[in-house]
T-cell receptor, first 109, second 115 residues
Framework: DAKTTQPTSMDCAEGRAANLPCNHS???????VYWYRQIHSQGPQYIIH???NNETNEMASLIITEDRKSSTLILPHATLRDTAVYYC??????????FGAGTRLTVKP | DVKVTQSSRYLVKRTGEKVFLECVQD?????MFWYRQDPGLGLRLIYF???????EKGDIPEGYSVSREKKERFSLILESASTNQTSMYLC??????????????FGNGTRLTVT
């Protein structure tokens, strides 16, 4: 199963773009990259996912490198409410997802 | 929107008690999952189910069992609660129609304390 590597923590200024990197160098050709976030005392919230093309929705953009070995989640205009732990996950076999430690993003005023 | 409801936000039980954690979803999803979350360890998969009466072990099934008698309900059972089962428990569902790309939808968790 593909593993992911994320920085432990990052800071971002309010109103600026937050760029969260993820390495997944052992990803297989049919595995998707998912991003979730978890705000304190709540369950993880789905953000976005992709296979090889870049994706955008109302929450964020996902940029996947051409070799698919890494990706970046972009929050275009971070707000204080975006402070959370962000998880990058590659879908494993048999539908189960493994969550790592994630990146703790702190948005500062 | 998908709604995943966990019966309790906070629960306190004594060592040795039998504990039931309930999860109900309203989207007719076939796949359901139980995770526990602990500081420094992230989310760990306990059990999952692809259909009624079906179950599969995750990474840490020891000390737990599950029940899926109805599609919308997935129960996690601690047969004899121990203090090392104090944790945040998270239930999730998934629409298997497009298994390759369908995301998980989580409930808000049950924080269980075993004393």
């Amino acid at each position: 199963d593909a593993k992911t590597t994320q920085p432990t923590s990052m800071d971002c200024a309010e109103g600026r773009a937050a760029n969260l990197p993820c390495n997944h160098s052992t990803i297989s050709g049919n595995e998707y990259v998912y991003w979730y976030r978890q705000i304190h005392s709540q369950g993880p919230q789905y953000i976005i996912h992709g296979l090889k093309n870049n994706e955008t929705n109302e929450m964020a953009s996902l940029i996947i490198t051409e070799d698919r070995k890494s990706s970046t989640l972009i929050l275009p205009h971070a707000t204080l409410r975006d402070t959370a732990v962000y998880y990058c996950i590659v879908r494993a076999r048999n539908n189960d997802m493994r969550f790592g430690a994630g990146t703790r993003l702190t948005v500062k005023p | 929107d998908v709604k995943v409801t966990q019966s309790s936000r906070y629960l306190v039980k004594r060592t040795g008690e039998k504990v039931f954690l309930e999860c109900v979803q309203d989207m007719d999803h076939e796949n359901m999952f139980w995770y526990r979350q602990d500081p420094g360890l992230g989310l760990r998969l306990i059990y999952f189910s692809y259909d009624v009466k079906m179950k599969e072990k995750g990474d840490i099934p020891e000390g737990y069992s599950v029940s899926r008698e109805k599609k919308e309900r997935f129960s996690l059972i601690l047969e004899s609660a121990s203090t090392n089962q104090t944790s945040m428990y998270l239930c999730a569902t998934q629409d298997p129609v497009s298994r390759g790309s369908s995301p998980l939808h989580f409930g808000n968790g049950t924080r269980l304390t075993v004393t």
